[in-house]
Each structure stands twice: as C-alpha cells, then as structure tokens.
C-alpha cells in the first residue's frame, strides 16, 4: 500500500494540468455575509456580501469533448455543459432538496396548479438579467420548453402548451397530470430566447400547423437544430461560460456580475478540469482541487486523506448493471439472461469492483435496494442468488448442452460472450473481470471488450455489443427515472438498443404493457396510486432480467473541506444527488460553500 501511495505522489510532482488553467494559490476567504436559501413556492432573495478576491476559484472536474466534437448546444449530444456545473451558470427555476422532498425558488418566484388541474402556473422574479443585457422573462422560459418540445422531452408527454399570460408569469397547459410535473418544470436549466429563439418560434409555427414529431418537416427541423452551433452561452447564474475559456485541460467559468447572484457567491470563478480518474488524480494529490464525484482506488483516496483532503460518503442508490443484446442469440432467451444472474455472485463482484463504495445489489429490480423497499413490496422477487444447479436446468431446458466444461447452442456451437467495457472505469474494469472469470469457469467464455467510454452508450444504441456495462436506479426521488434509460433511452428510443419488446408474457401477470405501465406510474398527484404500476414493471423486469443490474456505489466523493474550503453546517443538503440535485451547487449559490480563511 505504501509503495502505491508513493508512486501516486511522484505522479503528482510529475504530471501536471494546471498550466492550460492557471493554478489556484490557497485562497483567502472574505467576509461575506451568506445568502439565504428560500423555501418552498417562495423567492429567493439573496443578500448583499462584499466581492471577493479575484483569484479565489472553486475547482472540479468533469469529462467532455472539445471543438468541434465538443459544442454549445445545451440540448445535442456532445455538449460542453458539465453535468450540475451547469446550473451554475444556466439556472433552473426552483433546486430541490431531498430532506424535506420541497422544491426552493431560484428563477422563479412561485407556482400553482389550479382547482381542476388544467393549468401549472409559474411566477418569475423580475430582476434577473441575462449576461447579454436583456431582462429575464417569460419568453425565455417558453423559448425552453419549446425546444424540449422539439428534441422529445418526455415533459412534453405531460404538457400540451406553454402560454405567457406576462412577461413574468408563464402557464402549462396540463395534458396529464402527473407528480413529476413538479420537478420536469421546475428542475430544467433555462436557456434564453436570444440563441434558441428562432428554433422555438418555428417549433410553435409547426406545432400550430398541425405537424408532429413523425411529420417531414418537424424531422428536417430537428436535423437542421442538430447541427446548430451557438457561440454564445448566455447566463443567468453568477459565473458564464465563454468558449474563448474552453482548453482540452479545463473550463473556466468567470464571474457574471449581471447575475442577481453575483454577490452570493464567494468565488471569483468555477475552474472544472477535463477527464477521468487517472487524469484528476495528481490534481488532487497537488491539492488543487475542491470537489470531485469521481471514484478513486481505495489507496488514492488514502493518499489524498494523508494530504488533508476528506471525503463524503453517500448512500448507494445507483450503480453498475449488465445491459443484454436481446437481438443475439441465445441472449433473446429469458431463461438464459436468468441462468447468467445465477452465475454471477454480485456479493463478490461488490467487493471488488470498488473497495469500500461498491456493495452488490440485494433486489433485481432495476431500482437501488432502498428505493425497492420504499415503493413496492419485495418478498416475491426472485432474489437470484448464486445456484450453479439452477442456472444449469435453465440452460439444458432452452436446448443448450454442456460438453468438456463449456457450454453449446442448440446450433452446436459454443456458447461465448464478449462483455463490453470502458476501460477508463476502474469499477467497472474489475467488475468486469471477476464477472468474465465467473461465467468462464462456469463453462460460458466470456471476454472482455474494452471500449473508450465515450462509445458507450452509442455503441449500445446501434446494438454494437453482445453485452455491456452501462448504469441502473437512479438518484432522483421517484422509479420512473430508473426506467427511463433501460426501457427508453437504450431500448425503444433508439436504433437498436437491448432489442427488448415493451409486452412481456410474465408468469405472474400474464400479459405486460410496459409502455403503459410506465405511463401510469407517473400519473396523477397520488404517488400511492402510481406504486401498483410500479410493482408491475419491477416484477417484470425482475422476472425477464433485461439487464441485471450488480451493484450499487455508495460513493465516495473527494472534498477540500478543512483544506481549501469551508462547507458549511448544512449536512442536510447532503441527503441530496451529487449529479441531479447537486448539494455543491446549492452551497455555491447560496453562499454557504467558500473559501478557508
């Protein structure tokens, strides 16, 4: 352990990324006086605090792709918007937090919904500017939603218009009401109607024409939308991205002195560096660094703990599964994705994957075992623990034989697997390993294909995989999300994906719609009505195992509290997301997270 830990450190002194940002000395805090978090359909003001040294930076990480890969439309693929950075600059109208389940003015300044349903009705403050000059209104929040509208945001599956009664006040049309309509209108990053505004102009024009997503032209606007390449990054939030301050090493995000925030914040800029662990590593070990959400070997996170960095473990509510190529044969057979979740011991896997944050999954359920618990009851899932006899008598009763230790399809040849991975994920590396040598001792040859992670989920998309490694649950607070990306995103969605149909014949229920159940465990305001679809869809993924998930990272994040910076007292915020509800961002904005004096 100690000669890795010495080898880290010689890295650190050798390698080195801050010469395409500048470095960052030790900061000195101001005195500033923190501004308060608003509550709950209430704005938000912020108090006034005295600015801060210029070279004060708030410094993450997070992988993108430069020019021209790399690009400034927020809403295409391959966009510089680095995840919950973002928000830091493209503010949403409301921040949630997780204790309270309550939604928190930002942009807004309160919202309802009215006696029979019909229509939500947002309130927005009327003192925010944009970076460009121009006031913040109604027409932003309506340019926003007009293209989510027109790229397919499943909010438009809940909504049927976007009025503007005033400049400060914007009305959605309810087409279904649903629970999570709270949180598709309120958690958004607003965009502005100076870059996006032609696009929603014509997407309304369509739209008033009768024209849908299927038409021909509403296909042509959404090509010609793909290729659309804004050189502007407008801002509401107190620091704005200006591509000139975009490197292959790092961004920078200067402070936005138009931003009603600008003197909440105790940064003078956001520095967010470029790439993976093996990248970030020697920055932390250089004490460079504020916060990552990257996880790191157990005998990194030691070095950086012996240099005075901390870290914040969270509890696991997603993680690591295996997705199936149903269009590969035998992996079309249900019994044989069943016979591989006997197979592999996800205990094992847990424990290796990721010392000390990975722990295998208790539930094959698609959700983390909490949420699985939370929403339905669990005592009938098949739990799928390791039988050898089992996932053989699946095997032999679908026409596979076994034959001097290795199995055969009924064709007569081996059966083998090439499980996809990134190899730039140290977890998912391991994982894959220990699952590879799991199923080859079993007598199924598996190899491990290592792909840039960056291919990930467009190979998964054109079904260029036998089976891969991607992401199961989710960190938001209802199912649904954890759906969405198996059964939606990389299935139905897309050109080829899992290949799996959305009506299963299940034991248990007979015939499932999965799209419907979907649709209805989002629907109305009672959460307690939508569990029983919920159920459903767990019991048939559980049931037909599209993907199997493995296990759930309780992870670990890297912070400079003590060190570099002070984070505050609220650990309440921490019940947060680090990614959907970013508890660093809300500290940032508010004025709770700043420098070490």
């Given at each position: 352990?100690?000669?890795?830990?010495?080898l880290?450190?010689?890295?650190?002194?050798?390698?080195?990324l801050?010469?395409?940002?500048?470095?960052?000395p030790?900061?000195?805090?101001?005195?500033?006086?923190?501004?308060?978090?608003?509550?709950?359909?209430?704005?938000n003001?912020?108090?006034d605090a005295?600015a801060?040294?210029?070279?004060?930076?708030?410094?993450?990480g997070?992988?993108?792709?430069?020019v021209?890969?790399?690009h400034?439309?927020?809403?295409?693929s391959?966009a510089i918007?680095?995840?919950f950075?973002?928000?830091?600059?493209?503010?949403?109208?409301?921040t949630?937090?997780?204790?309270?389940?309550a939604y928190?003015?930002?942009?807004?300044?309160?919202w309802e919904?009215?006696a029979?349903?019909?229509?939500?009705?947002?309130?927005?403050?009327?003192?925010?500017?944009?970076l460009?000059?121009?006031?913040?209104?109604?027409?932003?929040?309506w340019t926003?939603?007009?293209?989510?509208?027109?790229?397919?945001?499943?909010?438009?599956?809940?909504i049927?218009?976007?009025d503007?009664?005033?400049?400060?006040?914007?009305?959605?049309?309810?087409?279904?009401?649903?629970?999570l309509l709270?949180?598709?209108?309120?958690?958004?990053?607003?965009v502005?109607?100076?870059?996006?505004?032609?696009y929603?102009?014509?997407?309304?024009?369509?739209?008033?024409?009768?024209?849908?997503?299927e038409s021909?032209?509403?296909?042509?606007?959404?090509?010609?939308?793909?290729?659309?390449?804004?050189?502007l990054?407008?801002?509401?939030?107190?620091?704005?991205?200006?591509p000139?301050?975009?490197?292959?090493?790092?961004?920078?995000?200067?402070?936005?002195?138009?931003?009603?925030?600008?003197?909440?914040v105790?940064?003078?800029?956001?520095?967010?560096?470029?790439?993976d662990?093996?990248?970030?590593?020697?920055?932390?070990?250089?004490?460079e660094?504020d916060?990552?959400?990257?996880?790191f070997?157990?005998?990194?996170?030691?070095?950086?703990?012996?240099?005075?960095?901390s870290?914040?473990?969270?509890?696991?509510v997603?993680?690591?599964a295996?997705?199936?190529?149903?269009?590969v044969?035998?992996?079309?057979?249900?019994?044989?994705r069943?016979?591989?979740?006997?197979?592999i011991?996800?205990e094992?896997?847990g424990?290796?994957?990721?010392?000390?944050?990975?722990r295998?999954?208790?539930?094959?359920?698609g959700?983390g075992?909490?949420?699985?618990?939370?929403?339905?009851?669990a005592?009938?899932?098949?739990?799928?623990?390791?039988d050898?006899?089992?996932?053989?008598?699946?095997?032999t009763?679908?026409?596979?034989?076994?034959?001097?230790?290795?199995?055969?399809?009924?064709?007569?040849?081996?059966?083998?697997?090439s499980?996809q991975?990134?190899t730039?994920?140290?977890?998912?590396?391991?994982a894959?390993?220990?699952?590879?040598?799991?199923?080859?001792?079993?007598?199924?040859?598996?190899?491990?294909?290592?792909i840039?992670?960056t291919?990930?989920?467009?190979?998964?998309?054109?079904g260029?995989?036998?089976v891969a490694?991607?992401?199961?649950?989710?960190?938001?607070?209802?199912?649904m999300f954890?759906?969405e990306?198996?059964?939606?995103?990389?299935?139905?969605?897309?050109?080829?994906?899992?290949?799996?149909?959305?009506?299963?014949?299940?034991?248990?229920?007979?015939?499932?719609?999965?799209?419907?159940?979907i649709?209805?465990?989002?629907?109305?305001?009672?959460?307690?009505?939508?569990?029983?679809?919920?159920e459903?869809?767990?019991?048939?993924?559980?049931?037909?195992?599209?993907?199997?998930?493995?296990?759930?990272?309780?992870s670990?994040?890297?912070?400079?509290?003590?060190?570099?910076?002070?984070?505050?007292?609220?650990?309440?915020?921490?019940?947060?997301?680090?990614g959907?509800?970013s508890?660093?961002?809300?500290?940032?904005?508010?004025?709770?997270?700043k420098?070490?004096?």
């Amino acid at each position: 352990m100690k000669k890795t830990i010495a080898l880290l450190l010689a890295l650190a002194m050798t390698v080195s990324l801050l010469a395409a940002c500048g470095s960052d000395p030790q900061p000195q805090a101001p005195d500033a006086n923190n501004g308060a978090q608003g509550t709950e359909n209430t704005r938000n003001d912020v108090a006034d605090a005295p600015a801060v040294d210029k070279d004060v930076a708030f410094v993450g990480g997070w992988p993108y792709s430069t020019v021209p890969t790399g690009h400034f439309n927020m809403f295409v693929s391959n966009a510089i918007e680095l995840k919950f950075y973002r928000e830091l600059h493209q503010l949403a109208l409301a921040t949630y937090t997780a204790e309270d389940g309550a939604y928190h003015a930002l942009l807004a300044e309160s919202w309802e919904t009215n006696a029979d349903s019909t229509s939500f009705t947002v309130k927005l403050r009327d003192d925010v500017t944009w970076l460009n000059g121009d006031a913040f209104t109604s027409r932003d929040v309506w340019t926003t939603f007009m293209i989510y509208k027109l790229v397919g945001n499943p909010v438009w599956s809940y909504i049927k218009g976007v009025d503007m009664p005033s400049d400060y006040e914007v009305a959605f049309e309810i087409e279904t009401p649903t629970s999570l309509l709270l949180r598709y209108v309120l958690r958004k990053p607003i965009v502005d109607f100076a870059t996006y505004g032609e696009y929603a102009q014509r997407v309304q024009d369509l739209s008033d024409a009768g024209a849908t997503a299927e038409s021909a032209e509403w296909q042509a606007l959404v090509n010609e939308f793909n290729m659309f390449r804004p050189e502007l990054v407008n801002a509401t939030g107190p620091y704005y991205l200006d591509p000139a301050n975009v490197t292959e090493s790092c961004v920078e995000l200067l402070k936005n002195e138009n931003s009603f925030l600008a003197n909440s914040v105790h940064f003078s800029k956001v520095i967010v560096y470029n790439g993976d662990v093996p990248d970030l590593t020697p920055l932390v070990l250089n004490g460079e660094v504020d916060f990552l959400t990257h996880q790191f070997p157990a005998a990194t996170l030691e070095a950086f703990e012996g240099i005075g960095y901390s870290t914040l473990q969270v509890a696991g509510v997603d993680g690591i599964a295996l997705y199936f190529n149903e269009a590969v044969k035998p992996l079309d057979s249900r019994e044989v994705r069943q016979a591989i979740a006997y197979i592999i011991d996800r205990e094992k896997v847990g424990e290796l994957a990721l010392p000390g944050v990975s722990r295998g999954v208790k539930y094959i359920s698609g959700l983390g075992d909490a949420m699985t618990e939370s929403w339905l009851d669990a005592s009938g899932l098949i739990d799928y623990s390791v039988d050898y006899a089992k996932a053989g008598e699946l095997l032999t009763g679908v026409g596979l034989t076994k034959k001097d230790g290795n199995w055969y399809k009924a064709d007569g040849t081996q059966f083998t697997i090439s499980l996809q991975c990134p190899t730039s994920w140290t977890d998912a590396s391991t994982a894959c390993t220990e699952i590879a040598n799991q199923l080859t001792a079993f007598g199924i040859k598996t190899a491990i294909a290592g792909i840039d992670s960056t291919m990930r989920q467009s190979n998964i998309n054109e079904g260029s995989y036998e089976v891969a490694v991607s992401f199961f649950g989710t960190s938001q607070s209802h199912p649904m999300f954890a759906f969405e990306t198996p059964f939606l995103a990389s299935n139905v969605n897309c050109a080829k994906g899992l290949s799996y149909p959305m009506v299963q014949e299940t034991e248990r229920y007979g015939t499932v719609d999965l799209n419907e159940l979907i649709a209805a465990s989002t629907a109305g305001w009672d959460t307690g009505k939508q569990k029983e679809a919920i159920e459903k869809i767990v019991y048939t993924l559980n049931e037909t195992v599209p993907v199997l998930p493995l296990y759930t990272k309780y992870s670990k994040y890297v912070y400079s509290d003590g060190l570099r910076t002070d984070w505050g007292g609220n650990d309440g915020l921490y019940k947060n997301s680090a990614g959907d509800d970013s508890f660093a961002v809300i500290k940032i904005l508010t004025g709770e997270l700043k420098p070490l004096g």
